[in-house]
């Protein structure tokens, strides 16, 4: 049976208060780390564990924080990624609503291990409530003397506040958080220099997800072996799945990493809205290559996507049923895309802009088959062409849709109108 | 619309609130070009949008030029660069939202208020945005009005909001 690690207090009501965590075993991993373990055992541990980022890349976190020199004279950063603007993700904000000293004690642990004494949780400018959870908790966090100078009397000196965001898909992306931080537009950087040498005020510095850094306390506590003995060897651990879209019980799920797909969707999802025929699955967030209906008997974990040439992303799942058109499917997200991409790469900024504007051509129903060519041209030239991934993320759903879902762009060849009639 | 646009404060000045509280922020960063965002989330909140004359101000708090603070300002779409209504209202319109009929929501929205996108109603009251993903996805569609998100909505639960809104 399957433990929740996560999520196990997230519907009570006293779960925000400190005293209520620390009742419950809470900052125990912490306080372990401080009395009896040093920075490089934090990072083997976590190493060991096989923790891979939950922020979207699915990088191994331990082997992250071993970047981070460990012997230099600057300042390093710890900055805790919140920004949760992934379309289809929205589990991060309920970690921090639910549990955030879960997250301030993994930020801290973090912290400790790649001998930062100052971190920042940046949380997107919308999430005012959450923010406010935050501040509060870090509050009592210093009143309890886990922040501070000299926490709990070892000698060790951690700083941490809240950044709000105001309005930025691309402040998610780290580079563009940092710059975001830094009080300039979210720019994202060209890499190398990674954030780990050079990042927030050209200090080394790491970006970590929210429910990243909530999977290290258990680790620490529990051992890395146990962590790894949930889910796949290679990708394991608790797993917040975002599901949302056609199915009759959207939110977030907590189960082992590797839960399959369509179990996620017919169990603990309820099956399809209305009862009506599932149609395609856009298993990771908005950014991944969508499945059609036949494919998604498949194992939730970063390998077994990359298998069948999608991906775990941020695990935001949105379902679609048999109405949805996927012409306009796909020009709800180019919209988004376009609005979002920060403007500073020629394919991205051009790209997503023919894209959005060859989309509402088929859509209405007025294309040729040669506008249909054409937006799989514009992906192609905007797919590893550019600064950030995101261009990457607009490209991939064009190509995914059109490989997958081609017929029914050609079914709007030159009808005049969308034949489903769709109006997303 | 006919907004009040030229009409600014006397003095752009942060109350004496405000000030502690821009001291505060500042002591969080080694830097006072990072404490921008929190400045610019204080001074909205001071003046209800960002005018040229509050980045001025505000460049001045943190020693950038107006161009800085322009740049930043003008860069996220949070920070409002002209007043909006008493209740800004923002419908969220990105894929799932827009399965579970964010577009019913906003047209319903566009007929209550008479106005759309960007506009506000001539009384100041309310103001219509569409934005993007607002990450509460799997309680679509969603509304945020001011700093409160309303999930799980329908016409019938909008409109009680709506009326229960001074
Ligand atoms: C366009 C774009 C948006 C992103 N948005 C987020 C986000 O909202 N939250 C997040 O944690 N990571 C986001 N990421 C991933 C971050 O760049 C980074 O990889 C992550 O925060 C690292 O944390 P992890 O190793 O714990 O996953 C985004 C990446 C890109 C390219
Ligand atoms: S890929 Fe797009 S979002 Fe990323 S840096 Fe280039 S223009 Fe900006
Ligand atoms: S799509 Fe509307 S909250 Fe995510």
New binding site residues.
Partial sequence: MFEKVLTQHINIPESQSIEYYLKHGGYQAFQKVLKSMSPDEVIEEVKASNLR?????G?P?GV?WGFVPKDDSKPHYLLV?A????PGTFKDRLLINGNPHLVLEGAMIASFAIRSNHSYIYIRGEFVKEARILEKAIQEAYDKGFLGKNILGTGYNLDMAVHRGAGA??C???TGLIESLEGKRGWPRIKPPFPAIEGYQHSPTI????E?LACVPSIIERGASWFKSIGPEQSPGPKLYCLSGHVKRPGVYELPMGTNLKEIIYEDGGGILDDKKLKAVIPGGSSVPILRADEIDVAMDFNSLAAIGTMLGSAGTIVMHEDTCMVDALLNLLHFYRHESCGQCTPCREGTNWAEKILHKIESGHATEKDVELLGEVANHINFRTI???GD?AAMPIQSFLKKFGDEFRAHVGVGHCPLNSRL | MAQKETQQPMKVEFSEAAKKEFQEILKRYPDKRSATLPTLHLAQREFGYISRDVMEYVSNLLDLTVGEVMDTTSFYTMFKLKPTGKYHIQVCRTLSCALRGAREIYEHLEAKLGIHEGEVTPDGKFSLMKVECLGSCGTAPVVQINDDYYEGLTIEKLDEILDNLE
């Fill in positions: 980022g939950r922020g979207g890349a990088f976190t992250k990624n920004d949760e603007s992934e898909y691309i998610g992306e780290e970006v970590n997800n929210v990243t950030c991934p995101l993320a």
